[in-house]
């Protein structure tokens, strides 16, 4: 949430690291910023009477580390007053522009909606008790003549409500010495202070304050779009043609997709979610439907107001690969990226201090590797030569190059050469 500076204070301001939490829950046993940590357990010493803590965005990573932050001061009473400030662009606390209650029904989430919910960690116990899951509060809210079935793909903009109401929850079940203050707007600098941050901050209405804060927690979503070197030979190619424009950035999709007029031919880089959002503005949001046939062929119905055309390209020049439909409900085992792992290293560690790029990264990366290829190996026995690897990195190497080679061997050349023509008629 770290945006341009405040004219009026005359600042410049930083730019800050993304701490990212899981999305379906965050187990938090400390928090630190630079140098300065925060346990789970503090004793009554390290809490001055006038301690602060600031979340800087509160979409829904914000609102799962607010939520269980508080199950953990709930389950250890502080010995002093805390305050904690909340700051995000909008009022809709929990929800972030991407879950905006407001947008379109056509602009729907990327996973199921049985996969939703907002009270998995329970350990300790949240401080409202554990409030509904996504199904349960929508049956309860709703009462649609037919229940969910947890399958189905709705709008963002009820899952926003959900998280909403989520946060407001919590908010009636603040633990004992704990205050929380809301802050629409933008915290556009961060500066280290002898104790602490002061954080300059400015409100809705362009007012400048400045905000002191022990402990900050950055959970900012993502950052604006900085203009590369191809993003900049698009911005000098519409420069250069009256009848061509170029737009950075996606959302919000209504805003900025209603710069196209019907008719145009449209090109867009990226063949990922962004797309499938741009693509729906372009086409339900102009008046068109899907739907399928009696045989299954899904067909469109346009509403007269498309572009011409909408041209996606990317690197591979293939979408996304969908995410299976049959992962495991459970987590799985972790092989790299384990407490123990940490703990070696941060007993190798100078004072103790991980550093998240050269430290905890690598382990993050090893182990994003090994979980991909157990999912994509299936049930083959490249899959049960990776599993017998352990933690030996250099087998795991082994096995899955020896994979990649048998797969490149099989590789339809002829046929990926041509795609548009391979098994058509």
Not at 204 to 228: F, M, P, Q, W, Y
Not at 265 to 291: K, N, P, Q, W, Y
Not at 314 to 338: C, I
Request: with cysteine; glycine share 10%.
């Amino acid at each position: 949430m770290l945006g341009q500076g405040c004219n009026s204070c005359k600042r410049y301001y930083l730019n800050a690291s993304l701490l990212a939490f899981p999305i379906m829950g965050v187990n938090i046993t400390s928090l630190t910023f630079e140098d300065h940590e925060l346990t789970a357990e503090p004793a009554p010493k390290e809490i001055n009477p006038a301690h602060s803590v600031a979340i800087i965005g509160v979409g829904p990573k914000g609102l799962y580390c607010l939520e269980r932050l508080l199950a953990e001061f709930k389950a250890r009473p502080l010995g002093y007053p805390l305050h904690i400030h909340l700051f995000n662009r909008s009022a809709n606390f929990g929800a972030s522009p991407i879950y905006d209650p407001g947008q379109p029904e056509y602009i729907i989430v990327n996973l199921s909606v049985g996969e939703i919910d907002l009270w998995t960690e329970e350990n300790p116990p949240g401080v409202g008790g554990r409030g509904p899951n996504f199904l349960t509060w929508y049956q309860e809210t709703f009462q649609p003549h037919k229940p969910l079935t947890g399958h189905e793909y709705l709008s963002r903009a009820v899952v926003g409500r959900y998280l909403i109401e989520g946060f407001h929850r919590i908010l009636n079940h603040l633990p004992p010495n704990v205050t929380l203050s809301r802050h629409v707007g933008e915290v556009v600098d961060i500066q280290p202070q002898a104790r602490g941050y002061q954080l300059e901050f400015v409100d809705e209405n362009g007012h400048c304050e400045e905000i002191a804060a022990d402990k900050v927690l950055l959970s900012t979503g993502h950052s604006r779009i900085v203009a590369g070197a191809e993003e900049k030979r698009y911005q000098v190619f519409a420069s250069r043609h009256s009848k061509a424009a170029f737009i950075p950035f996606v959302y919000p999709v209504g805003a900025t997709m209603g710069q196209i007029p019907a008719g145009a031919r449209v090109a867009m880089r990226g063949i990922g979610l962004t797309f499938i959002d741009a693509a729906l503005e372009l086409t339900e949001g102009r008046g068109g439907r899907f739907h399928r046939a009696p045989d299954g062929l899904l067909l469109y119905e346009a509403g007269g107001r498309e572009p011409q055309s909408i041209i996606p390209f990317s690197r591979t020049g293939l979408p996304m690969a969908p995410k299976a439909f049959d992962l495991p409900l459970v987590d799985r085992p972790l092989t790299f990226f384990t407490h123990s792992a940490l703990a070696g290293l941060r007993k190798q560690a100078s004072h103790g201090k991980l550093d998240l790029e050269n430290d905890v990264w690598p382990l993050f990366e090893l182990e994003t590797e090994l979980q991909y290829y157990l999912v994509v190996m299936g049930n083959s026995g490249e899959r049960k030569q990776l599993e017998s690897c352990g933690n030996n990195e250099e087998a795991m190497r082994r096995v899955i190059d020896s994979y990649l080679h048998a797969l490149a061997a099989d590789w339809p050349v002829a046929a990926s050469k041509q795609p548009h023509t391979s098994g058509t008629k």
